[in-house]
Each structure stands twice: as C-alpha cells, then as structure tokens.
C-alpha cells in the first residue's frame, strides 16, 4: 500500500505552495503523520519535512439527470495532508 496517492493541485494550493512552502497530497485513509512524513522524504529527498496536518475530507452527494430518471450517488471519502517544509523545494511537475 502506498501512502503518497496524489499531489493536489488547484489555484489555492499553488498560491499556498508559493507563499508558505507548503504542499498538499492525497494520502492513504489509514496512514499517519509519521507514516507520511517518511514517505514525503523518501519520495523527495531533497527536502525535509517541518510539519504535516491531516484532515478527512467527507464525502458528498451527487446526482444527475437522466433518461431514466435521477441517479443520485456520492463521492468517496479521502485524506488530504497539508505538508510544510524546512528547507528544499517539490517540482510535481517534473514526472509530467
């Protein structure tokens, strides 16, 4: 299983990433700050990790509209760590 699942990437977050040095994944339901900060630094190693907030995002209700009828449904429930840095820098864009 791996703890990392996704870096989350929006307007807010980059606006975060370069005034505060942090940066947002995706992360595994079960994994703790521990758990993640060892992660970060092994999948980045030239950065050091000072701080990780965890919070679980709830799911929501969707719906649309159909031929037969509506379909309602809901989102699936995540993990969203909010990681702040000592020193370095994380290019996400450099796998792309």
Do not use: H
């Not at 929006?10 to 975060?16: G, I």
């Not at 942090?22 to 980045?44: D, H, Q, W």
């Not at 159909?66 to 864009?93: C, H, M, N, P, V």
């Amino acid at each position: 299983m791996s703890v990392i699942v996704r870096p989350v990437i929006t307007e807010k977050l980059s606006r975060l990433q370069e005034e505060a040095n942090k940066y947002t994944f995706e992360v595994a339901l079960k994994a703790s700050k521990p758990e993640i900060k060892k992660a970060i630094e092994k999948a980045y190693p030239t950065v050091k990790v000072a701080k990780v907030n965890t919070m679980i995002m709830p799911s929501k209700p969707k719906g649309r509209y159909t031929r037969s009828g509506y379909q309602a449904g809901r989102t699936s429930t995540w993990k969203k760590a909010i990681i702040t840095l000592k020193e370095g820098e994380i290019d996400l864009f450099a796998e792309i």
